[in-house]
Nanobody, 126 residues
Framework: QVQVAESGGGSVQAGGSLRLSCAAS???????MGWFRQAPGKEREGVAA????????VYADSVKGRFTISQDNAKNTVYLQMDSLKPEDTAIYYC????????????????????WGQGTQVTVSS
């Protein structure tokens, strides 16, 4: 059974940093792992993704240069380092796994991912 679980959320002041972790289990291959976020009243949006075999990473324009996604394949864990946080980064952050074979460039689409964590709250105060 595939399981995905996020941790590391919390509250921080603007300009601060947080690191989110995503522990995944129950599978041997993933195409990519993604981080999404959803703020109250807004749609879920793709934040970053990492392609598991190559380590290639992609980012939304809103977080480029501030967030870094990385992976530890030995631990089946993906991280999202968030620096220079802004109040507009406040949201529930979700980790998701795409276990399909092949490569798809639509990393920012939620429908690309079959397995999701429960989410972790990130609150940035001004």
């Amino acid at each position: 059974q595939v399981q995905v679980a996020e941790s590391g959320g919390g509250s921080v002041q603007a300009g601060g940093s947080l690191r989110l972790s995503c522990a995944a289990s129950g599978y041997t291959y993933s195409q990519k792992m993604g981080w999404f976020r959803q703020a109250p009243g807004k749609e879920r949006e793709g934040v970053a993704a990492i392609y598991s075999e190559s380590g290639y990473s992609v980012y939304a324009d809103s977080v480029k240069g501030r967030f870094t996604i990385s992976q530890d394949n030995a631990k089946n864990t993906v991280y999202l380092q968030m620096d220079s946080l802004k109040p507009e980064d406040t949201a529930i952050y979700y980790c998701a796994a795409d276990l399909r074979t092949g490569i798809s460039g639509y990393w920012y689409r939620a429908l690309e991912y079959q397995h999701w964590g429960q989410g972790t709250q990130v609150t940035v105060s001004s």
